[in-house]
């Protein structure tokens, strides 16, 4: 047999350096591709071939179930993959666990419960520390060994039922907690006792008042789109606001949050919030439920420093010299009302610098909100304004000229647009 001459072996020694890293590497490497393609590796070398059994991260995206159901015409086989990929694994450990299932059905998920609930037993007996669940069936229960796993750091769960077996829980090491497209309204007495907690989120719930959270160290808290039936009734029961540093709020979630804050015995007068970081979607200072709510969460913010704003108006809200005459549309009197209580609260938050409005479109009701910002804010170093894609580059310099006309309180902020 012919053997390589030396310097074919310093070649293929050097386009093979990625094999030589340590089991750790090479598992981390892994874990960033897509599963299918971490699972052909196996026949690189038999250093690869010794990593795909003991992967420790196991992620099945969306693709990953729309490629099975191209190549074999059923939902089911998947989910026959995913069990095969758990049972044959060697390694003592997998930290990391995904399944991001979407499809218009949702018979499949439900049709397949036992499986996914062998999935999460296993990997819990695992040492799993983060595990994102992403179903369409809002008919899966969540099984009770996950919300009692000691190991977990990281727990995303979206479209399912918890409907747990006892009233309380402890998840010691949990720092990041997100619950999407679930109703809380089925489990009214579920308490969660999560010390660690750091980052929690709830995006289109329903109903989260009747999660019971126990944390005192929340650092960064989101709520979006979620909905309330109860109209004294919003946050979760004696959840800690005050250790909160950042807070992300959509515009309907808004007036629910400062309504509870006033209900749970914070003082709409500072220092009720410690919050350093607000960030607001889809705002519209014309609408008086969304003005007003944002004006008594400043009073209660007085650290704040910085604000990022994502802005909308109704195309017909132009800011010109002329004015619809829809019945919907407040005169702009109406809106100048508001202007010396969002005046005189932007005048005492001395330690904003930093304010960001994306989405912008130059509507009159946005120009008045970012004139009287600019006016007021004492401290203010940097502005950036992110113009929205359907304006077109004229009216872009247009509204910008107007803007970098503005009075400013601060002499050292500095207005740029993206």
Known sequence: MLQPLPQEQTIMAETDRISQLPADILDNILGFLPIEDAAKT???????????????QLCFAPHFFRRLKNRYSTKHAAFYVITKILLQHKGPTIRKFEVDYYDS?????????????????????????????????????????????????SLDL???????????????????????????????????????LENLSFEECYEMF??????????????????????????????????????????????????DCSRTGLPLRSPALNVEDLNLSGFCFKKETQASPLIRLLHICPNLIKLHISLWCPVTWRCD????????????????????????????????????????????????????????????????IGHSNDMDSKRKCEVMERVLHFPRASTEANVTCI
Not at 213 to 239: G, Q, W
């Open 42 to 56: 196996v026949v690189l070398s038999t250093n690869w071939g010794g990593i795909w059994p003991n992967l420790t």
């Open 105 to 153: 059905k949702t018979e499949t998920v439900k049709s397949r419960s036992y499986d996914i609930d062998q999935w999460l037993l296993l990997v819990t007996r695992k040492g799993v520390e983060e595990i994102k669940l992403h179903l369409v069936s809002q008919e899966y229960e969540l099984p009770d060994c996950v919300l009692s796993c000691p190991t977990l750091k």
């Open 158 to 196: 979206d479209s399912l039922l918890v409907r747990p077996l006892r009233s309380t829980y402890m998840l010691p090491n949990v720092a990041s907690l997100r619950f999407g497209s679930i109703n809380f309204d089925v489990f009214s007495d579920l308490v969660l006792d999560v010390p660690s």
């Open 210 to 259: 009747h999660l019971h959270i126990i944390a005192k160290s929340i650092c960064s808290l989101n709520i979006r789109y979620c909905s309330s039936r109860e109209s004294d009734s919003f946050i979760p029961v004696n959840m800690d606001l005050r250790s909160i540093r950042t807070l992300h709020l959509d515009s309907h979630s808004l007036q629910n949050f400062v309504d």
């Open 321 to 384: 010299s002329t004015y619809d005459d829809e019945k919907d549309i407040p005169s702009v009197a109406e809106v100048d009302r508001r202007l010396p209580e969002l005046r005189s609260v932007a005048q005492r938050r001395k330690r904003l610098v930093t304010l960001k409005l994306i989405l912008f479109k130059g509507f009159w009701c946005e120009m008045l909100f970012i004139k009287e910002l600019l006016a007021a804010l004492p401290s203010l170093q940097e502005v950036i």
